[in-house]
Nanobody
Framework: QVQLVESGGGSLQAGGSLKLSCAAS????????IAWFRQVPGKEREGVASIYTGTSSKFYTASVKGRFTITQDNSKNTVYLQMDRLQPEDSAMYYCAALGPTATPALEALGLMRRSLDASIYKLWGQGTQVSVSS
């Protein structure tokens, strides 16, 4: 079964760091867009960071640039989100998503680069992990 499993959430004080993990089954990991989204109750799901695992191309939303880093470990089929200098406004449920259950061809991926933080293009989602940052 193709799936994504997140881990690493928790509660901490402002200024601290957390590292989220997204373990993907093999067919969903290779040469695919994998992204992190976050959502608070009553608001739309927000794209935080994405990576195309075929080329390691990365994208970030403006509010996390310089604080969050998305990386991949091909030996573990895992994408990480290192979150530093966390602030209360970063508190949310964080979700990992893959564009689909199988690889995205490179040419198609090129055309999707600018939309890689758009939740509507992602078909495979994890169950979420909660991050709570107190001031």
């Amino acid at each position: 079964q193709v799936q994504l499993v997140e881990s690493g959430g928790g509660s901490l004080q402002a200024g601290g760091s957390l590292k989220l993990s997204c373990a993907a089954s093999g067919s969903a990991y290779s040469s695919n867009f994998i992204a992190w989204f976050r959502q608070v109750p009553g608001k739309e799901r927000e794209g935080v960071a994405s990576i195309y695992t075929g080329t390691s191309s990365k994208f970030y939303t403006a509010s996390v640039k310089g604080r969050f880093t998305i990386t991949q470990d091909n030996s573990k089929n895992t994408v990480y989100l290192q979150m530093d200098r966390l602030q209360p406004e970063d508190s949310a449920m964080y979700y990992c998503a893959a564009l689909g259950p199988t690889a995205t061809p490179a040419l198609e991926a090129l055309g999707l680069m600018r939309r890689s933080l758009d939740a509507s293009i992602y078909k495979l989602w994890g169950q979420g992990t909660q991050v709570s940052v107190s001031s």
